[in-house]
C-alpha cells in the first residue's frame, strides 16, 4: 500500500523535519538499512499527530499535512518488510533543576537558610517576647519623641539627629535580650555630618532594627501603608522616613526628587537596591535608583552587608525568633559619576562578604 503526496515549500512549519536524502529512489527497492536512514526525519511529524504521506515514484521531499485523526507510527512501516517491531518501555521522568543566572551570588548553599515546616515552641515563645519588649518600648520612647520633635524641626529639620538617637535606644533595647549584633569594620562609616547613600542587603524584618543600632541618622525608605499603624507610623513620620508607593512611578520619581534634597541638605539616605526581602538567602539584582541618586549629588555609596538577621526571623515567618546572632561589616565608601559601576562594585563587595562569611 502507498500513500502520495508533495513537499509544500510554501508552508515550511507544516514539517520541521525535513528528509535529508533528495536522491531518487522507489520504495520498493529500499533496503532495510536505507529505509531506516530515511525514516529518522520523518519521525517528528508523528508528535502533532499528522499523515506522513511518500510519493510513489521518488523520495525528494516530504511534508506533514494535518489530519486530526491521522496518525502513522514509523514501524508501521517495518511490518511491511516482516522485520520485528521492538517496543522500547519508556522511561521515568526524572525531576530537571534549572539553574539562575543569579545562582551562587549569595550564601553558599551549606548555609543558607530554609523555612522549615517544624517551628519550635522556644521560636515561638521568643518571637512573642521580641514583639512584646518592642512594644513597650516604643510606647514609652514615643513619648520622648513627640516632646522634643518641635525642637528638632526647629534646629535640626533634615538631618534629625535627636530622633535617630531615640531610634537608637528602641532598637537595641529590642534587641539586646534576644541577640547578639558584631560590627566589622566601622572605621568606614563616614562621619556623621557626612551625607552619603548607604545601602544594604535585605534579609528580614530585624534588618531595620539592626541597621538603627549604628547611630546613624539616614532616611529610610518605606511603603506608605506602614504609616497608617499607631506609634510605629508616627514615629516614622517624626525621624522623616519617605514615603513610597511601590506600583506608582510618579510616587517613585518624587522618592529619587526627595532623596537628593535630602542629600544636598547634608541628610543622608538609605536605600535596599534588592526591593525586597530575600526568601533563601540570595542576593538578588540591584536596581540602580540609589546609585543615580548618588552620581548625581555627587555623595559616596557606603556597602553595608548583613548576615544572619535572615536565620533568625526569616521571610514569611515573621511571629518566630530562632536564636543565633547578626554580624554588620561596613564597607569602603565608593565613589564616582557612573551609577552602573558603582552599582556594580557595591554588589560585588556585598556578594563577596557573604560568600566570605558562608
Known amino acids: 500500500m502507498e500513500v502520495v503526496a508533495s513537499l509544500s515549500r510554501s508552508h515550511p512549519f507544516h514539517c520541521p523535519l525535513r528528509l535529508r536524502h533528495k536522491r531518487s529512489c522507489n520504495i520498493s527497492q529500499l533496503s532495510l538499512s536505507q529505509f531506516r536512514a ?12 499528522q499523515g506522513v504521506l511518500w510519493n510513489s515514484s521518488t523520495l525528494n521531499g516530504a511534508s506533514c499535512i494535518p489530519r486530526k485523526h491521522v496518525f502513522v507510527p514509523w514501524y508501521n512501516y517495518l511490518q511491511e518488510f516482516n522485520q520485528p517491531v521492538v517496543h522500547k518501555q519508556a522511561k521515568a521522568s526524572r525531576p530537571v533543576a534549572v539553574r ?4 551562587g ?55 534629625r539627629r535627636a530622633q535617630f538617637s531615640v531610634a537608637k535606644i528602641w532598637a537595641s533595647l529590642t534587641v539586646a535580650p534576644f541577640f547578639k549584633i558584631e560590627y566589622e569594620r566601622l572605621e568606614n562609616l563616614p562621619p556623621p ?25 539616614f532616611k ?3 511603603k506608605t501603608g506602614i504609616f497608617l499603624f499607631p506609634i510605629i507610623g508616627w514615629a516614622m513620620y517624626m525621624l522623616g522616613v519617605i514615603p513610597l508607593k511601590r506600583m506608582d512611578s510618579r510616587s517613585q520619581m518624587e522618592c529619587l526628587k526627595r532623596c537628593m534634597d535630602l542629600l ?24 540602580r ?47 564616582g559619576s557612573d551609577a552602573a559601576v558603582m552599582c556594580n562594585e557595591a554588589r560585588n563587595a556585598i556578594a563577596e562578604a557573604l560568600q566570605h562569611q558562608g
Open 38 to 49: 530515511c525514516k529518522e526525519p520523518f519521525a517528528g511529524c508523528s508528535t502533532y499527530k
Open 100 to 103: 539562575s543566572e543569579l545562582a
Open 105 to 159: 551570588t549569595g550564601i553558599p548553599d551549606s548555609t543558607r537558610y530554609v523555612i522549615s515546616a517544624d517551628i519550635t515552641f522556644g521560636s515561638r515563645v521568643r518571637g512573642i517576647g521580641f514583639y512584646a519588649v518592642t512594644a513597650i518600648a516604643a510606647i514609652l520612647l514615643i513619648v520622648l519623641m513627640i516632646a522634643q520633635h518641635p525642637f528638632v524641626l526647629l534646629f535640626d529639620q533634615y538631618r
Open 193 to 217: 555630618d557626612v551625607p552619603a547613600v548607604y545601602v544594604s542587603n535585605h534579609q528580614s524584618f530585624l534588618d531595620i532594627y539592626t541597621l538603627l543600632t549604628l547611630g546613624r541618622s
Open 220 to 222: 529610610f525608605i518605606s
Open 264 to 287: 544636598k541638605k547634608g541628610a543622608s539616605v538609605f536605600f535596599f537596591p534588592e526591593g525586597t526581602r530575600s526568601k533563601d538567602g540570595k542576593l538578588c539584582a540591584f536596581k
Open 289 to 335: 535608583g540609589a546609585f543615580s541618586v548618588a552620581a548625581k549629588v555627587g555623595v559616596p555609596v557606603v556597602p553595608i552587608t548583613l548576615i544572619g538577621t535572615g536565620k533568625i526571623m526569616p521571610t514569611g515567618l515573621e511571629g518566630i525568633l530562632n536564636p543565633g546572632s547578626v554580624k554588620v561589616i561596613i564597607h569602603k565608601p565608593i565613589e
